[in-house]
């Protein structure tokens, strides 16, 4: 079954199962390896892209769910809240083994986008379901901040 997506601003003629989940369209099919496995079951958050401006878990989001809707993966360059947080993951050195850390910015770009001046408490919220092993809550939490306060 062909199915079309929008992925990153670029259309997408995918021949796949329309139940298939959108991170194995992404890395399989359209060779796309910034978005990462984790669990497999959407508790980790390694997975996370935006759909049609929100964070989902793309290991349990189905290809046919997004077909209408824009896809924003890490690979991204054209939106300027992911810009300022890879800026401010960097001057805070948040990443450490850096295997969560795409679907971290991810969902940090999802809270600018609604909150551009987050408090620790939408930050909390915003980010809960992101784990990180190598607990780099803190830097997370400083570079989002810092992201929100650059121009």
Known sequence: MSVTITVNGRRHDVDVE????LLWVLRDALMMKGTKYGCGSGICGACTVLVGGTAVRACITSVAVVA???????EDTSSTD?????AAWQADDVPQCGYCQAGQLMSATA???????????????AMRGNLCRCGTYARIRSAIH????SP
């Open 18 to 21: 329309a139940d298939t989940p």
């Open 68 to 74: 209408s809707r824009p896809v924003t993966t890490i």
């Open 82 to 86: 992911l810009a300022k947080l890879r």
């Open 111 to 125: 809270l600018l986008a609604t909150h551009s001046n987050p408090t620790d408490a939408e930050i909390s919220t």
């Open 146 to 149: 810092r992201a929100a306060r």
